[in-house]
Structure formats: structure tokens, C-alpha cells
């Protein structure tokens, strides 16, 4: 059942036409409990909050279905300005980005210019770039696009997921890194991800082990609290530093349980999505693990809108309603 919820979900957020209805009435179905804001200027106070309650963040400027270079140009642009605008207001916070947006599916060297325009940026004011990782079908070469920027920066890490059999060779390979691990959003096939479960986070357990002991820094996704508490025992047995990890959940989830952890004194960072294309990057939240929908189910769904299906059906609904209208 949990695989086939998973896909169901994977499925909905690869739907152009649902994506397009979500931006355009997500925000009246309760989207910004877990999407910050539309603009940056949202984004920058709803991060004020958190810092003031002792955590940072990561910011994602979320985009999907970038499929030409003015577009990629656009995200690149607005991009920046976030990076500027991080730098005003002095808050503590980091960036995330998937290199798809930069337009990866368009040409990998216009993308690399792309990044290395961002990440530039970034380093002048000793801020942070984190390279989000994708579906197989980009994860080479989101590796070599990160290789490469490693030549002349130190300002950038990446993610390792947990479900891939290569995740190993990849931690091995990159532990002098920042690395974020988590288990991983995508539907893969089963010659090159696990597909069960106990599988994923068997692994998943093994490599934030492994990076704990043995790499520069780890940032631990995850909203499973035996997780957390497992994470808590080993650190303490084995006298890791709390400065060498850091816990990591999504904005709007379990947010009392991210408050804890920071009067806790453990390092936590919120990940902190804005803009108006939250339509992909939410259907993969739930499709990685079912637990979420109850997590957010009361604090996402008004009265009229109680169930995930609700929300897809009337993103559906409502953009085949908007599309007739034209």
C-alpha cells in the first residue's frame, strides 16, 4: 500500500495540468502552510521568525518544468536577487537549488554557467549553495556539474539519497563535503534503487553514520523521530560534536518537534520553499513518506478541502474549469 500511495503521489507531481491549477488556486486551498510565500519579501520574514526561535534555514526558490533557457535565465535571475536579498537583511540562511531549473534538461554546459553565476554570487558574501539532487535520469550529471564547481568553490555541498545502490560510492566519494542525506522523492526503477522500505532506511541509518564519523558535516532530512532519537543515542556513544551535524525538516511539518530540537541545542535548519510553483515539490513531500499527510492533513485542509485527494482533484478540476474558461 505505502508504494502505491508513493506513486500516486510521484504521479501527481509530474501532472503539467494539475501544476498549473495548484498555481494558480494552491494558496486559497492552504498551500502556505507549507510554501512560505510567493515573493521574496515574504520569504525573508517568515525566516526572521525562525531565526528569532534559534533556527536557519535553506531557501528554495521553486521551479518546475524548466524547459528553455529564458526561462532557466529567469530562475538564474531571481535566484541571485534572493542571494542579495539574504545578504541585506543578514538573516541566517542558506540556498538550495535543483540544477534542472537552470536548465539541466536544456544543455549541461549552459546550465554550469548558470550555477557557477549563483554560486559566485554566493561566495562573495560567503554564503552557502546547496545542489539538490533529482531523479536518476539527472543524477550524474548533477554529480559532474558539482565536481566541477568544487574546482573553485567552497561555498557549495549536494545530497545523497538513501533509496540509490550508488549512494555509498557517492558519500565515500564526496565526504570532505557538506552533504545532506535523505532517503529520497522519486519513483526509480528497481535496477538502480532500492524499492522497499526497510531497504531505504537500513541504508539511510548506514551512510549518516558513516558522514558522522567520517565527513565534514551532515545534514540529517528527515521527519522520522525514531530517526532523530537513533541519531541522538550514536552521536552521544560515540562523542560526535554537535557542531559537525545538523537536523533538517521542511517548513510547516512537525514544527513543534523542530522548535524542540533547537532549544535542545542541536543545530536545526528549516527548508524553506517559496514562489508560486509549490505544486511538484509538495506532491513529492508526500509521496516520500505517507506519515506526512497526517503530519499536515489538519494544518493544510480547510473544512472544505479535508483529504490530499481533495486537493488534487480540485487542482484538477479546477484547472480544466480555467482552461475551457479561455
Excluded at 533556527?55 to 535566484?79: H, Y
Excluded at 541571485?80 to 541585506?88: D, F, K, Q, T
Excluded at 549541461?108 to 549563483?118: G, I, P
Excluded at 525514531?226 to 543515542?233: L, P
Aim: with cysteine.
Amino acid at each position: 500500500m505505502s508504494n502505491l500511495t508513493r506513486d500516486f503521489f510521484i504521479g501527481l507531481s509530474n501532472n503539467k495540468l494539475l501544476n498549473a491549477g495548484a498555481q494558480k488556486w494552491g494558496f486559497h486551498l492552504g498551500a502556505d502552510k507549507v510554501v512560505a510565500g510567493i515573493t521574496v519579501e515574504e520569504t525573508i520574514e517568515t525566516i526572521k521568525v525562525l531565526n528569532a526561535q534559534g533556527i536557519s534555514c535553506t531557501i528554495d526558490n521553486l521551479g518546475e518544468f524548466v524547459s528553455d533557457r529564458s526561462e532557466a535565465t529567469r530562475a538564474k535571475n531571481s535566484i541571485i536577487s534572493l542571494i542579495e536579498a539574504i545578504h541585506e537583511s543578514g538573516v541566517d540562511a542558506h540556498l538550495s537549488l535543483k540544477p534542472s531549473q537552470l536548465g539541466l534538461d536544456i544543455a549541461e554546459d549552459f546550465c554550469y554557467k548558470n550555477l557557477y553565476q549563483v554560486v559566485e554570487k554566493a561566495h562573495q558574501y560567503n554564503i552557502f549553495v546547496n545542489l539538490d539532487m533529482e531523479d536518476f535520469s539527472r543524477l550524474q550529471a548533477s554529480f559532474d556539474l558539482f565536481d566541477q564547481l568544487l574546482k573553485e568553490f567552497d561555498n557549495v555541498g549536494t545530497v545523497i539519497q538513501s533509496y540509490f545502490y550508488r549512494a555509498e560510492d557517492d558519500l565515500y566519494t564526496h565526504k570532505d563535503q557538506r552533504l545532506r542525506i535523505v532517503k529520497g522523492a522519486y519513483k526509480e526503477e528497481p535496477d538502480v534503487a532500492f524499492q522497499d522500505k526497510e531497504d531505504i532506511d537500513a541504508n539511510y541509518i548506514e551512510l549518516i553514520e558513516w558522514h558522522l564519523l567520517n565527513g565534514k558535516f551532515t545534514s540529517i532530512a528527515t521527519h522520522d523521530h525514531h530517526v532523530i532519537e537513533h541519531v541522538k543515542e550514536f552521536v552521544r556513544a560515540n562523542n560526535v560534536s554537535l557542531d559537525k551535524f545538523e537536523f533538517q525538516m521542511l517548513y510547516g511539518f512537525r514544527e513543534d518537534m523542530q522548535l524542540s530540537l533547537a532549544k535542545e541545542g542541536y543545530n536545526f535548519c528549516t527548508y524553506v520553499p517559496f514562489g508560486e510553483d509549490w505544486y511538484g515539490y509538495f506532491m513529492r513531500r508526500l509521496a516520500e513518506r505517507p506519515q506526512n499527510i497526517n503530519l499536515i492533513t489538519k494544518q493544510v485542509f480547510n473544512k472544505k478541502t479535508n483529504t490530499i485527494l481533495g486537493v488534487a482533484l480540485g487542482a484538477f478540476v479546477l484547472g480544466r474549469w480555467s482552461k475551457k474558461k479561455k
